[in-house]
């Protein structure tokens, strides 16, 4: 057997596989080179030789699956859509993924953001490294004081809208903080909210409730616009509005409006409708929105997430075993 790997992959996870196969790795982010071509991709997989194909951001289709001899594939993704499932399934490849990858990765940026908006800390240092707060006498030091001091995350009640494994990783941090958490998502059971020391309540009644409003949903048709206007005039004034998930669950235009009007005191925005966002985008030049281009799971340690989650699963299946994160498990009641 020969594995391809176009994703990142940690080290560790090469040398697991070799105890199995020879591997060619060429990450993506090194070739800076994503597959959109089933027939280049294709082409690429036949000169290597490859039975084993781990992938990240490449589109394995028809084009792919049809002109190739795959008996594995694993996709470093938490959403594996750049696959085939249908016509993986039919040929009987098992597909392999990696959900939550960036879990904690999202969580912690996510919480990182509710702080620094809580304390102004952007605001702060920005202020001072530009010579813009300046003290020279107890007025101006008292002024700052009451101006930028903020409030604590303990003291307030933080919304969370998605309560999938980003949600709960966010409910699991706030405890330590003594935040009051409620959640908002009609898939989960109840016990899994208790669990988490998570109120589960409706989406209205999140809204009115909340100080801090943060977004884990994913970007499905029954998500898309889900807080629009009309819900972000639900929220008590100068309630802060978090988005690391996907722009569309977000009214953009709403959003705007609400934040130069202070029905929004401050937003943390991960996603946007145009990606990658430029520094002329309209929430990067607002003074009250922290941006960052869609980084919310780019840790290094994302990549070992991965890499072990893949690694696991292409080893329970060669022993015959049934691996813990695969999109289609019917495929496993077919003979080898």
């Not at 280049?40 to 589109?59: N, P, S, T």
């Not at 409030?151 to 969370?160: A, K, P, R």
């Not at 004034?237 to 929004?264: K, S």
């Not at 799971?297 to 989650?309: E, I, K, S, Y």
């Amino acid at each position: 057997m020969k594995a391809l790997i176009t994703a990142s992959f940690h080290p560790s996870g090469i040398e697991r596989l070799r105890h199995y196969m020879d591997v060619e790795l060429d990450d993506w982010r090194v070739s800076k080179r994503i597959y959109f071509d089933g027939q280049q991709f294709a082409a690429r997989i036949r000169e290597v030789g490859a039975d084993v194909l781990i992938v990240e951001a490449d589109l394995v289709h028809d084009e792919v699956l049809d002109h190739c001899q795959l008996k594995i594939i694993g996709c470093c993704r938490g959403d594996p859509i750049n696959i085939g499932i249908d016509k993986a399934t039919q040929l009987g490849i098992p597909v392999l993924f990696a959900p939550a990858r960036n879990a904690d990765a999202v969580a912690d940026l996510t919480v990182g953001y509710m702080l620094a908006l809580a304390r102004h800390i952007f605001t702060v240092n920005t202020l001072l490294k530009t010579g813009q707060m300046q003290f020279q006498s107890t007025k101006d030091y008292l002024s700052v004081y009451e101006l930028y001091g903020g409030f604590e995350l303990g003291g307030v009640t933080v919304g969370i809208v998605g309560f999938g494994a980003i949600g709960r990783a966010v409910a699991r941090r706030l405890s330590g903080f003594g935040s009051t958490v409620v959640a908002y998502d009609p898939h989960v059971a109840a016990d899994v909210f208790a669990a988490h020391q998570t109120q589960s309540v409706g989406l209205e009644e999140l809204l009115q409730r909340c100080d801090i409003l943060t977004v884990h949903c994913p970007d499905l048709p029954e998500t898309q616009g889900l807080i629009g206007a009309q819900q972000i005039r639900m929220l008590k004034r100068g309630t802060l509005v978090l988005n690391l998930a996907r722009a569309a669950i977000v009214d953009e235009d709403a959003l705007y409006e609400a934040l130069q009007d202070g029905q929004v005191g401050g937003a943390a925005l991960d996603v946007f409708r145009d990606e990658p966002v430029q520094s002329t985008n309209r929430f990067v030049k607002l003074p009250n929105v922290l941006a960052s281009p869609h980084l919310g799971g780019a840790t290094r340690d994302v990549v070992r997430h991965q890499t072990d989650m893949v690694v696991d699963g292409i080893e329970a299946y060669l022993r015959g075993e049934r691996p813990k994160h695969i999109v289609n498990p019917s495929v496993l009641e077919r003979p080898r």
